[in-house]
């Protein structure tokens, strides 16, 4: 066995009712805490409410930072980092989705690193940032467990991968009652990013024993449970397999992590305004097949760990059921598969590509890529 590292939070706390642990385990860490959230789904799903229920239980004083939009910019870290430097925060909640976890995470490592955030898209934190309780509300991209942010930096229209151990946050709890309203349309696409991240760390050339463990778990109770959670939102059960498949997936992407896809997704929401999971969603099935005859047996694997029945079949045939699989569950979702029906224009297909092509997520991908094939596939699912 090659010898891996495998970097996780110091504790993971889930199932349903989790929600009232939170100010219990933020008081580990200081008496003044800053929830970071977005504008508005955690004050009308009333997540909030309940975040703040259980730091009142501890006696815990809290400012609540709820000026984070979706694609978090530079401006709205600083803002965050300087706001929680006046008010002398101890500790972040960071409660929400993807964005929400990515601007706190960035928030925690400018109040202890110099600089700007933008200096760290080029070399990792060092210092750990203040401490992070991570509480996701949407079942997709695994922040609360992983050691990467994106941040867009508006001025450059570039979504910045910014990544390393001081991200990492202290704990991440998880309870599917706050997924209970996220609307079909966000858990489809959040769900179809946490599938990327499982595919994508499953054949990375950086995949590990510890991480295609997590992986294959992650890609079985997604293809179990995604299209329950999207039709009848109040599966309880098959919201909190989703939240703890998504985590699965978060374990095995911020050790393995992504590829192909995430690297063409990027550039989708920085020129666009792409939800980050639908980008991936309209990529995930094409970007397979370009993959598949690169490690035709963990497609096969990716094929029986969704049902598919493999039996007698040959490599190739056996592979080509995992695109399949992708296809079908893809389908359930009812998203949109073409780029053109979100707003893509095809004149910016080139840089889109020049783009991508520059991203560290593509250099891990098991096919080896060119420019030119990077157009091709954008191309393809126009
Ligand atoms: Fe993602």
Redesign the pocket.
């Known amino acids: 066995m090659i010898s891996s590292v495998f970097q996780s939070p110091g504790k993971i706390i889930y199932g349903q009712g989790t929600v009232k642990q939170i100010g219990e385990e933020t008081k580990k860490y200081g008496k003044k805490v800053m929830i970071v959230t977005g504008k508005s789904s955690s004050k009308k799903t009333g997540a909030l409410d309940k975040v703040i229920d259980s730091l009142k239980v501890e006696n815990l004083q809290y400012i609540i930072f709820d000026k984070v939009e979706s694609h978090p910019s530079v401006d709205t870290v600083e803002l965050g980092t300087s706001i929680a430097k006046e008010e002398e925060i101890d500790v972040i909640v960071a409660l929400g989705g993807?964005s929400p976890l990515d601007a706190a995470k960035g928030i925690s490592i400018m109040l202890t690193n110099s600089g700007s955030i933008v200096d760290y898209e080029k070399k990792q934190p060092e210092v750990h940032g203040v401490p992070v309780i991570a509480v996701p509300t949407t079942a997709?991209?695994?922040s609360e467990v992983s050691k990467f942010i994106v941040i867009t930096d508006t001025r450059r229209k570039v979504k910045m991968l910014i990544g390393g151990e001081a991200l990492i946050p202290k704990a991440a709890i998880l309870d599917g009652e706050l997924t209970l309203m996220v609307p079909p349309d966000v858990t489809a696409a959040t769900g179809m990013?946490a599938l990327?991240?499982a595919i994508e760390a499953y054949i990375s050339k950086k995949a590990q024993p510890a991480t295609s463990v997590q992986a294959l778990s992650a890609i079985k109770l997604i293809s179990e449970n995604l299209a329950k959670a999207v039709q009848n939102g109040e599966n309880m059960d098959a919201r909190n397999n989703m939240l703890f498949a998504q985590m699965q997936a978060g374990l095995a992407?911020s050790n393995a992590s992504?590829a192909l896809v995430?690297a063409m997704?990027r550039p989708l929401g920085a020129y666009f305004g792409v939800p980050?999971?639908l980008a991936?969603a309209i990529l995930l099935p094409r970007v397979m097949e370009y993959n598949r005859a690169a490690c035709p047996e963990k497609f096969r694997d990716i094929a029986k760990t969704m049902g598919e029945n493999t039996a007698g079949l040959s490599l190739r045939e056996a592979s080509n059921l995992a695109v399949k699989a992708v296809k079908e569950l893809y389908a359930e979702t009812g998203l949109p598969v073409k780029l053109r029906d979100v707003g893509v224009k095809e004149e910016m297909i080139e840089t889109l590509a020049k783009d991508a092509i520059k991203s560290g997520s593509a250099l891990v991908n098991p096919r080896k890529s060119s420019l030119e094939d990077l157009i091709d596939i954008y191309k393809s699912i126009y």
């Open positions: 993807g997709g991209t695994g990013d990327t991240h992407f992504v995430h997704s980050h999971g991936n």
